[in-house]
């Protein structure tokens, strides 16, 4: 820390914190055999487990025999985080569930589950374990944590990086097939923009990918495992048995360190590699906000809620028309990406996506971003973007009026399948 008097009434104050943070590649992480998530409990001879209810209903016993196995004293909690109750009120009732466990102030609590449940209980110090394709794709790299207020998607919140992150892709073998479909979308996103190839796999084998789990169902080929492999990994990297990232900055240093090779480690670091340096978002020019421009208020705008990977989806599909009507994206690209998001069952569009919710969301951006839109869109031939500072409201509301009419001719009229939350209470198992 260093303090520098600028006046006799002036004092600056500079400092830097360096926060350690672990990825654990394990497959079958509550096999009693595997003792990777044990070990990080031994110190304290108990856990307190926070698990989704539905992971709580597919995984339940077997998360009680491990521990039991281990000689650990697990409480574990199930908790229903939907989009509409991850609230401040949801928030409240898991640190009184904190609080009754009385937990020591460096114990970590366990967090299993997708990317609602590790955003709500991510306020405190903690350990996750990410079980939905969102969850290890997209909120496994994320150190943003945050809840719903007033109608506002993750309006309340900040920075909080776990302790450890458990990565085990064998949970998609029980994920229904809405929530795959839902994680794709997380994938189209950042490989429109970025990684022409993995753009490609999915456009070429992303339904079987989503119908098969990403190749965890029982009976599939190597083919396609070596399929998912090259989608997930986001591109080919130099293999190391080991690597560590080390990142510098001022005022935060953050230190990821990866360990266990596998095409999930590469891409997790791939991601993080663009992601650690601005873990703070002291630049707000950032491609992952790609998706991310006006569905903050469409997801929210109906009840029930959007899936995330739809409203992302239709934001992704509007921001290819602005690209297509300022010339930045070409008429075959531009249907090519629209065809992807269809064949996926991916939404294009969705009738709460109005000229009046597009105006209400393109303020809000703008507010969240500093008094810029900062809309990333897609360029070229696919694989680059460009991000957009400002876009006049006039030339906004006629994309949008092309846009609509755009939906005309694509199945379904550009709406997606199973869309809304409320296909998650038809997957429980009985």
């Known amino acids: 820390m260093a303090l520098d008097i600028i006046s006799s009434t002036t004092c600056s104050v500079t400092t830097s914190i360096e926060i350690d943070h672990t990825y654990h590649i394990v497959n079958n992480v509550f096999d009693p055999k595997s003792p990777n998530l044990a070990e990080l409990y031994k110190p304290w001879k108990r856990c307190l487990a926070i698990v989704d209810h539905y992971v709580y209903l597919l995984y339940g016993d077997q998360i009680k025999t491990y521990f039991e196995a281990h000689k650990i004293a697990a409480t574990i909690q199930p908790v229903n985080i939907t989009e509409d109750r991850k609230s401040v009120e949801t928030l409240l009732d898991i640190c009184s569930w904190i609080t009754d466990f009385d937990i020591l102030r460096r114990e970590p609590v366990l967090v299993i589950g ?13 350990i996750r374990v990410p079980t939905t394709l969102i969850g290890l794709i997209d909120a496994s790299v994320s150190n943003r944590v945050a809840v719903n207020w007033n109608g506002l998607k993750n309006r309340l919140g900040g920075y ?10 064998t949970f998609l073998k029980t994920l229904p097939e809405a929530e795959v479909r839902n994680g794709i979308a997380e ?5 429109s923009c970025t990684h022409i190839a993995t753009f490609e796999t999915l456009e070429q084998s992303g339904v079987s990918l989503v119908e098969r789990r990403f190749g965890h169902i029982k009976g599939d080929n190597g083919e396609l495992a070596g399929v998912a492999d090259t989608v997930i990994r986001q591109g080919k990297r130099k293999r190391n048995a080991r690597r560590t990232l080390h990142t510098h900055y001022i005022p935060f ?3 990821c ?8 480690h590469l891409a997790i670091q791939s991601v993080l590699e663009v992601e650690v340096p601005n873990s703070r978002e002291q630049s707000l020019d950032r491609v992952m906000y790609f998706g991310h421009t006006w569905s903050p208020v469409l997801e929210l705008a109906v009840s029930p809620p959007l899936l995330h990977g739809h409203a992302i989806s ?14 930045l994206l070409g008429s075959d690209q531009y249907h090519r990406f629209l065809r992807v998001f269809s064949t996926l069952g991916l939404a294009l569009d969705h009738p709460a996506f109005t000229l009046k919710l597009m105006k209400q969301a393109t303020n809000a951006t703008i507010a969240t971003r500093d008094g810029r839109l900062r809309a990333p869109v897609p360029t070229g ?9 400002m876009v006049d409201e006039g030339v906004l509301s006629k994309v949008w009026e092309e846009h609509k009419a755009a939906m005309e001719v694509w199945p379904r009229k550009g709406l997606g399948l199973d869309m809304d939350i409320a296909i998650r209470s038809s997957q429980l198992p009985n």
């Open 114 to 126: 997708g990317g609602l449940v590790t955003d709500v209980v991510g306020t405190t110090r903690y």
């Open 160 to 169: 909080h990086e776990p302790l450890h992150t458990i990565i085990d892709a």
């Open 187 to 191: 994938i189209l996103k950042i490989s």
């Open 253 to 255: 240093m953050r230190r």
């Open 257 to 264: 360190t990866l360990t266990y090779i596998s095409s999930l």
């Open 314 to 327: 239709v934001d992704m599909c509007f921001s290819a028309t602005l690209a297509h009507h300022l010339g």
């Open 381 to 389: 031939d696919l694989g680059t973007h460009e991000i957009l500072q």
